[in-house]
């Protein structure tokens, strides 16, 4: 907010000098005479526009988290050198307090499991790349799993690696669930059956896979072009108007359609069904079912 400062007038013209943000500006001739980049104001805000609610900024709220990250620590203090300056009876003393306050923490089993299965979750994020907000929400799903009672009786990391698929699938980021069982600690048919849960009580809206979404990622694997992925994506969405990839496993027909358009012109690079098919993670057949029709339409 601008302030008139009445210390003194422009050097230049003698005009009145106002001071707008760090800057102290002549109204009439604009020049600067002084400027601070030192924020002098207090450290806290106000939300109810006067001084009676101070609150001082802290990290970001997460879903990431049990507690929405409001929680503190004690930390070790030895980059700063503080804990070698503590007699041996301080640092035991601080050392049960350090085990006291994170017990609190984590007060109910229920919280326990959220901290385990948000681990989980970070860990399986970060093996398969995907961004941070697709972390919060599988962490929010997770937590709504929770709290209809869908974890009694399954597998944590089954849930956690199906929050992370159906996310995935609500996204349109493809990730298939032998690709997230292959970096989670729980096998497919945990997963298929945690997804299968979420999916019936919760009523993820998720519609069928598109083949299309697979295709930059497994192009990039296969080192095509850009002009073999436009070809495949040609031949995919002809597929999907006509209505014959119903019951097909979409992540062997986006590869099917990679290995005809690699095969269409001679100055492409080629790909064998087997490695269209290990891309897939499918069998060779279902590469030479799909390219049949396509050959057939």
Same mark, same amino acid.
């Given at each position: 907010?601008?302030? &008139?400062?009445?210390?003194?007038? !422009?050097?230049? !013209?003698?005009?009145?000098? $106002?001071? #707008?943000?760090?800057?102290?500006?002549?109204?009439?001739?604009?020049? @600067?005479?002084?400027?601070?980049?030192?924020?002098?104001?207090?450290?806290?805000?106000? &939300?109810?526009?006067?001084?009676?609610?101070?609150?001082?900024?802290?990290?970001?709220?997460?879903?990431? +988290?049990?507690?929405?990250?409001?929680?503190? =620590?004690?930390?070790?203090?030895?980059?700063?050198?503080?804990?070698? $300056?503590?007699?041996?009876?301080?640092?035991?003393?601080?050392? $049960?307090?350090?085990?006291?306050?994170?017990?609190?923490?984590?007060?109910? *089993?229920?919280?326990?499991?959220?901290?385990?299965?948000?681990?989980? @979750? =970070?860990?399986?994020?970060?093996?398969?790349?995907?961004?941070?907000?697709?972390?919060?929400?599988? !962490?929010?799903? &997770? =937590?709504?799993?929770?709290?209809?009672?869908?974890?009694?009786?399954?597998?944590?990391?089954?849930f956690a690696a199906a929050a992370i698929y159906a996310t995935c699938r609500t996204r349109s980021t493809p990730r298939t669930?032998?690709? @997230?069982?292959?970096?989670?600690?729980?096998?497919?048919?945990?997963?298929?059956?945690?997804?299968?849960? /979420?999916?019936?009580?919760?009523?993820? %809206?998720?519609?069928? @896979?598109?083949?299309?979404?697979?295709?930059?990622?497994?192009?990039? *694997?296969?080192?095509?072009?850009?002009?073999?992925?436009?070809?495949? +994506?040609?031949?995919?969405?002809? /597929?999907?108007?006509?209505?014959?990839?119903?019951?097909?496993?979409? #992540?062997?027909?986006?590869?099917?359609?990679?290995y005809k358009a690699a095969n269409e012109r001679e100055e492409w690079s080629t790909i064998t069904q087997a490695a269209a098919?290990?891309?897939?993670?499918?069998? %060779?057949?279902?590469?030479?079912?799909?390219?049949?029709?396509? =050959?057939?339409?």
């Amino acid at each position: 907010m601008a302030t &008139f400062n009445s210390s003194g007038f !422009c050097p230049e !013209c003698d005009g009145r000098l $106002r001071t #707008s943000g760090t800057e102290t500006i002549c109204e009439d001739c604009g020049l @600067i005479s002084a400027e601070d980049a030192i924020d002098r104001g207090p450290e806290w805000r106000s &939300f109810d526009g006067d001084d009676t609610d101070r609150r001082r900024t802290g990290a970001p709220l997460t879903r990431s +988290r049990h507690d929405r990250g409001l929680s503190t =620590k004690i930390g070790y203090g030895s980059s700063s050198g503080y804990s070698s $300056r503590l007699t041996g009876r301080k640092r035991r003393q601080i050392a $049960r307090l350090r085990r006291e306050h994170n017990r609190a923490r984590i007060a109910t *089993k229920a919280d326990r499991n959220q901290v385990y299965g948000f681990t989980e @979750i =970070k860990r399986v994020n970060a093996r398969l790349s995907l961004p941070d907000s697709a972390r919060e929400q599988a !962490c929010a799903l &997770f =937590k709504s799993a929770q709290s209809e009672g869908l974890l009694q009786g399954r597998s944590i990391e089954g849930f956690a690696a199906a929050a992370i698929y159906a996310t995935c699938r609500t996204r349109s980021t493809p990730r298939t669930i032998a690709e @997230i069982a292959a970096v989670a600690r729980a096998d497919a048919d945990e997963l298929t059956v945690a997804y299968d849960a /979420l999916n019936r009580e919760l009523g993820i %809206p998720t519609g069928p @896979i598109d083949p299309t979404q697979y295709l930059p990622r497994y192009a990039s *694997k296969l080192d095509l072009e850009t002009a073999v992925e436009r070809r495949a +994506r040609e031949h995919a969405t002809a /597929l999907l108007q006509d209505g014959l990839i119903g019951g097909r496993n979409p #992540s062997g027909v986006a590869a099917a359609c990679l290995y005809k358009a690699a095969n269409e012109r001679e100055e492409w690079s080629t790909i064998t069904q087997a490695a269209a098919a290990d891309v897939a993670d499918v069998a %060779p057949v279902t590469i030479r079912s799909t390219v049949t029709t396509l =050959k057939e339409r």
